[in-house]
């Protein structure tokens, strides 16, 4: 099973399909910004496992298209509507842009959580923070103690070129990585003070051909067993497009 947060940013980035236009009106505006955006655009991916060097390992597990269906006022900001469709199941993503960024609203299935629109895409800056959070918690029934930080955050990386359609295009290459840092604190039989460091992070690659959409999309799956951790890599390529 994802994560939620991982699986929200996927599902963003991969539906990932404006740029940095500027706020104006209540209609979404692209014009002139390189990368079209209108109702009815699609991007049809099809996805692969790969291994640690990004080669395919085995056939195709399955296609998905990414449409945009219309646009919505939503927390504050005219957005879009995006529906990834993969024939099973419909997921809706709703994204903006201005002059800093692409956003994507967040809505947290868990009670007493807070919906935020989240910056993906920094325009400005090669490195950013996406959410940061201060954990500092105490379980007084465990005798334990949490302290560290959480959060997500992004990074532009080299340009590079790919093949689509026997064509040849130069694209632009993000990551977004979830990560932890924390220190566990708690008592041993001895009830001496034992404490524990624990760092993990999961990174989602994205990378986009400018005036198309996206090219490619990487992410992680982890599974736990009773005896190891399996980690397993995704990627979802572009096959086909229709911009309106």
């Known amino acids: ?14 539906a990932f399909l404006s ?3 500027d706020d104006k009106s209540t209609t979404p505006d692209t014009a002139g910004t390189g990368l079209p955006l209108a109702i009815g655009n699609m991007w049809k991916y099809d996805s692969y496992e790969i291994d640690a060097n990004g080669n395919t390992i085995g056939s195709k597990l399955g296609s998905h298209t990414n449409t945009v269906t219309g646009t919505i006022t939503l927390g504050g900001k005219s ?19 201005d002059a800093d960024g692409i956003y994507g609203y967040f809505s947290p299935e868990f009670p007493g959580g807070t919906a935020m629109w989240l910056k993906s895409i920094d325009f400005k800056n ?10 500092d918690e105490t379980d007084e029934e465990e005798g334990t103690t949490t302290k560290g930080v959480s ?21 632009q290459n993000y990551i977004n990585i979830i990560y932890s840092d924390v220190v566990v ?14 760092s993990n ?27 190891d951790i399996e980690v397993r890599t995704f990627k979802d390529i572009l096959v086909d497009h229709n911009l309106k």
């Not at 947060?5 to 991969?14: E, G, H, I, R």
């Not at 957005?79 to 842009?97: G, H, M, N, P, Q």
């Not at 959060?151 to 694209?171: C, F, I």
């Open 185 to 198: 604190t708690y008592l041993d039989e001895n009830n001496t003070p034992i404490s524990q460091t624990i």
């Open 79 to 97: 957005a879009f509507i995006l529906v990834e469709d993969d024939s099973e199941t419909k997921d809706t993503s709703y994204i903006y842009t």
């Open 201 to 227: 992070s999961d990174t989602t690659y994205v990378s986009l051909i400018p005036g198309l959409g996206v090219y490619s999309s990487t992410s992680s799956e982890v599974n736990y067993t009773d005896e």
């Open 151 to 171: 959060g997500m955050k992004g990074e532009r990386l080299a340009s590079s070129k790919v093949t689509y359609k026997n064509k040849s295009y130069d694209v």
């Open 1 to 14: 099973m994802k994560k939620l947060v991982l699986y929200f940013t996927a599902t963003l980035l991969v």
């Open 126 to 135: 090669t490195k950013w923070d996406i959410f940061k959070i201060n954990i």
């Open 19 to 21: 740029s940095c236009s």
